[in-house]
């Protein structure tokens, strides 16, 4: 029997840097790393810039640990619910169900390019045609990219055989594996524990109940 490979399972990767390696081949880190270049050639092309554009990238920065944070419990989370004699089970909801059932399956892990095919020109055209300001709302998408390449970086990395050295990865990790392991219900955020802290999220581990529904969500297809 040969050894799985980490095209199959993420449980076959424990260094960054064979991390880094599996990561980079997917679609979407690539789809966001040319977001960034192409939203900081726009913003250059624009005339140099200023101190407020960085401090436009800070708040695309910033922004980012609430969105996901939103995004994974009001949205990734949905539960199929009836509408019009139909049941509305949306695509992002059972491919989230799926990386809940399969934790280790790289794929699934990472978002699927036509999330980028999408939203990357709408936010493009909306920084273009819609904002005040056009430099601004793209150095803002600089930010809102990079901390998106972050995001599809720590989890992934999250869902290795990593040990993480330092403590910021430590606690990700450690979050990330309770959403996963012991209770879905809490501790939504991937980049910022503190968020879940924050918006009651992030209870003490050894209070909080374990979940049976951890891999199904609560749904049995
Ligand atoms: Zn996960
Ligand atoms: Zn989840």
């Avoid at 599996?22 to 679609?27: C, E, G, K, N």
């Avoid at 509408?83 to 169900?97: C, S």
């Avoid at 819609?130 to 990395?157: I, K």
């Avoid at 403590?167 to 524990?193: C, K």
Wanted: hydrophobic residues 45%; contains cysteine.
């Amino acid at each position: 029997m040969t050894a799985a490979s980490p095209e199959q399972t993420t449980r076959a990767i424990s260094s960054y840097r064979g991390a880094l390696r599996a990561w980079s081949r997917h679609p979407s880190p690539r789809l966001i790393g040319l977001f960034v270049l192409l939203a900081a050639a726009l913003r250059s092309s624009l005339g140099p810039w200023q101190w407020w554009d960085l401090g436009m990238v800070l708040a695309g920065v910033a922004l980012w640990p609430f969105l996901e944070w939103f995004l994974h419990k009001y949205v990734l989370h949905i539960r199929p619910r009836p509408l019009f004699g139909r049941t509305v089970d949306p695509e992002f909801a059972r491919r989230h169900r799926a990386h809940h059932r399969e934790p280790w399956r790289p794929e699934l892990i990472l978002l699927p390019p036509y999330v980028h095919l999408t939203l990357g020109p709408a936010l493009f055209a909306a920084a273009w045609w819609l904002m005040p300001d056009r430099a601004l709302a793209l150095s803002a998408l600089v930010g809102y990219g990079l901390a998106a390449l972050n995001y599809e970086w720590t989890h992934f990395m999250v869902h290795t055989r990593i040990q993480p050295g330092n403590r910021y990865y430590q606690s990700l990790f450690r979050a990330h594996r309770m959403h996963h392991f012991r209770n879905e219900n809490y501790w939504y955020g991937f980049t910022l524990t503190s968020v879940d802290r924050w918006l009651g999220t992030g209870p003490d581990p050894d209070a909080t109940p374990r979940s049976p529904h951890c891999r199904d969500l609560g749904v049995d297809t």
